[in-house]
T-cell receptor, first 118, second 114 residues
């Protein structure tokens, strides 16, 4: 149980294009999903918290217009990197929180998406 | 602000041996959760074990167990009978009760030597 999928697993794009990454909770409903970025040999950096049906909450320093997040259903959140540039190249990971709203539970992670912007 | 510290950037151990990874945290809260996540070379983050702060009993999951010392704010992970598949980056993580965000440590890279 508690499986989270992410698609695509890797993507290469040209500078200036937009890329959409999907995160799905496969066997549970997730009221909250999270998007992280991870640089090589570093820990995870939280980018934003996504709640179903409401606007995402972004961490300080994360550009809202650059990283668009949509949480349209209890099983799907998407991250769109708009007008991608080489510095956006990174490993992006999503997670979904299992549990009732207001009750802290465990985050389960997707397999990640490797983005390379040329 | 909460912080999580993993003081061992890298560790290695022979297969079948026991290894302990250290983690300390700082918080003024009394209700919180602690986690150990494993990130193997595939980079998939996998939950290893979880501990609720209000529980005195240390969590155990098969070969994995924790030593939770609340007063000392310490949360170490013990891996018994280590296997080659345990080779991974291990992250300690913390969250307050009612706060959805996870605070991660910097990780410990564990290598199991055949």
């Amino acid at each position: 149980g508690a499986v989270v999928s992410q698609h695509p697993s890797w993507v290469i794009c040209k500078s200036g294009t937009s890329v959409k990454i999907e995160c799905r909770s496969l066997d549970f409903q997730a009221t909250t999903m999270f998007w992280y970025r991870q640089f090589p040999k570093q820990s995870l950096m939280l980018m934003a918290t996504s709640n179903e049906g409401s606007k995402a909450t972004y961490e300080q320093g994360v550009e809202k217009d650059k990283f668009l997040i949509n949480h349209a259903s209890l099983t799907l959140s998407t991250l769109t990197v708009t007008s991608a540039h080489p510095e956006d190249s990174s490993f992006y990971i999503c997670s979904a929180r299992l549990g009732l709203a207001g009750v802290q539970e465990t985050q389960y992670f997707g397999p990640g998406t490797r983005l390379l912007v040329l | 602000a909460q912080t999580v510290t993993q003081s061992q950037p890298e560790m290695s151990v022979q297969e079948a041996e026991t290894v302990t990874l250290s983690c300390t945290y700082d918080t003024s809260e009394s209700n919180y959760y602690l986690f150990w996540y494993k990130q193997p070379p595939s980079r998939q983050m996998i939950l290893v074990i979880r501990q609720e702060a209000y529980k005195q009993q240390n969590a155990t999951e098969n070969r994995f167990s924790v030593n939770f010392q609340k007063a000392a704010k310490s949360f170490s992970l013990k891996i018994s009978d280590s296997q080659l598949g345990d080779t991974a980056m291990y992250f300690c993580a913390f969250t307050n009760f009612g706060n959805e965000k996870l605070t991660f440590g910097t990780g410990t890279r564990l290598t199991i030597i055949p």
